[in-house]
């Protein structure tokens, strides 16, 4: 199957500070990629949908203006935590479906936030 | 609105025994299911999905899945489990058949397995 990478798989923080999170999809181009959200023994909850070239669309409840995700290429989709804070520790995971994907998602491994 | 039951969220089941993994959901819109494995330390992968046709669906490592309309359920089978089938896995709902549709994910359920 298709192959996505996430970048960083963990990274520390201070508190007040922003953190980019990368997504790659490796060998095809992902016209959308979605970002979720999930936290210890919880589900995946859906935070925002990006097409290439294209503003994201954020779920209910998800702050755009923290959550920062700009598609600027078919296979690159970033995601940037602003200002974060304790309470946006998470696990952070991407998910890219596209050109010769048809009916499915391909995601990536997850990447650990921790805030202090 | 879409939404995902997973109602147990852990499973410990001896070697080579039968296991069942339970998900109900509900849809007021065409359902599209799948069914997520997640090894540790890895991504998601796509274990089976129920788009349209026969209502039962299997994998290519011996998991199947029967879509029941009336009971609105999705429940995941397996008549022998291996060690290596130690893993979360996840039910997920779609109303869209394409990849680029968002997925509706049950909060998991951790399948042990004891030797």
């Known amino acids: 199957g298709a192959v996505v990478s996430q970048h960083p798989s963990r990274v520390i923080c201070k508190s007040g500070t922003s953190v980019k999170i990368e997504c790659r999809s490796l060998?095809?181009?992902?016209?959308?990629m979605f970002w979720y959200r999930q936290f210890p023994k919880q589900s995946l909850m859906l935070m925002a949908t990006s097409n290439e070239g294209s503003k994201a669309t954020y779920e209910q409840g998800v702050e755009k203006d923290k959550f920062l995700i700009n598609h600027a290429s078919l296979t690159l989709s970033t995601l940037t935590v602003t200002s974060a804070h304790p309470e946006d520790s998470s696990f952070y995971i991407c998910?890219?479906?596209?050109?010769?994907?048809?009916?499915?998602?391909?995601f990536g491994p997850g990447t650990r936030l921790t805030v202090l | 609105a879409q939404s995902v039951t997973q109602l147990d969220s852990q499973v410990p089941v001896f070697e080579e025994a039968p296991v069942e993994l339970r998900c109900n959901y509900s849809?007021?819109?065409?359902?599209?299911l799948f069914w997520y494995v997640q090894y540790p330390n890895q991504g998601l992968q796509l274990l089976l999905k129920y788009l349209s046709g026969s209502t039962l669906v299997e994998s290519i490592n011996g998991f199947e899945a029967e879509f029941n309309k009336s009971q609105t359920s999705f429940h995941l089978r397996k008549p022998s489990v291996h060690i290596s089938d130690t893993a979360e896995y996840f039910c997920?709902?779609?109303?869209?058949?394409?990849?680029?549709?968002?997925?509706?994910f049950g909060t998991g359920t951790r399948l042990t397995i004891i030797p």
């Open positions: 060998d095809f181009q992902a016209t959308t």
């Open positions: 997920a709902v779609s109303d869209g058949d394409f990849g680029n549709e968002k997925l509706t």
């Open positions: 998910s890219a479906a596209g050109l010769g994907t048809s009916d499915e998602q391909f």
């Open positions: 849809s007021s819109v065409s359902v599209y």
